[in-house]
């Protein structure tokens, strides 16, 4: 048998088993008409985005950027249990090309999407399970007491201890409300810091615009004042002149009489 031969029977071989890859399968499909594949996928793209983001919140530090992931993480978790209904109907429904084989492997992927869901991490305690199958007991009318119910005044005494820890709890409350009205007084000044911030951002424009004005209107007064300056000296110095013209006028006068 030739070399061409066995990657002949390779290639016919990989190609009989090739609809039963559940990966090849979907990546052909996810641009063509089958739905569950396109579903599925988009599925699968959550589930591991959903896990990366818990691996986030595990290493981060900043608490309240952790509630927030988890909290994103618990949104995508609940959108994506909303569609395993969706992937069950789709996983019964025939597609041309697939077996019975690969239409239960579907079904089977389905199936264990609820636990791969509901196994991310998003911050929550998970719920107590039941060891034994032991249950919490209801009341029970059978059983007496022998004091039919009534009790001495002793039941009811305070201690030292219990008066201390209600003057703590007392103390602890009367805390908590003051921190309450802190935080309700520093949460007006924020807001009120902010709108002044705002007003003072639409306040800069007009102060700049009233600064250039000012530069400007100086800048005319200046100009205005030497110009008048040079005016005012060039009417003094023709007065001077025309009085020079008239004195020596009357000079000349003078002198003609005087020389008659």
Not at 33 to 50: H, M, N, P
Request: hydrophobic share 35%.
């Amino acid at each position: 048998m030739s070399v061409i031969d066995i990657l002949t029977r390779v290639d016919s071989i990989c190609k009989k088993y090739d609809k039963y890859d559940i990966d090849k399968q979907k990546d052909s499909n996810v641009a063509g008409d089958d739905a569950f594949a396109r579903l599925y996928s988009s599925v699968e793209s959550d589930i591991e985005s959903a896990l990366q983001k818990a691996e986030t919140a595990a290493n981060e530090k900043n608490r309240a950027s952790v509630v927030a992931i988890n909290a994103e993480i618990r949104r995508t978790k609940a959108r994506l249990l909303e569609e395993v209904p969706k992937l069950q109907r789709l996983a019964v429904r025939k597609v041309k090309g697939l077996s019975g084989e690969e239409l239960a492997a579907r079904n089977d992927l389905v199936l264990a999407l609820p636990d791969r869901i509901n196994a991310i991490p998003d911050g929550s305690a998970a719920p107590p399970k039941q060891s034994g199958g032991w249950r919490a007991s209801g009341s029970r009318t059978e059983i007496k007491f022998d004091s039919d119910g009534q009790f001495d005044n002793e039941y009811f005494q305070q201690t030292e201890e219990s008066s201390q820890f209600k003057q703590e709890f007392s103390l602890h409350v009367t805390q908590d409300q003051g921190l309450e009205v802190i935080a309700e007084g520093l949460d007006t000044l924020k807001n009120m810091a902010s709108d002044m911030n705002e007003e003072l951002d639409r306040q800069v424009p007009l102060m700049d615009e009233i600064d250039t004005k000012v530069d400007r209107a100086t800048s005319d007064l200046k100009n205005t004042n030497v110009r008048l300056k040079h005016t005012v000296n060039q009417l003094r110095s023709s007065r001077n002149f025309c009085i020079d013209i008239i004195l020596l006028c009357i000079i000349l006068g003078i002198a003609a009489y005087l020389y008659k």
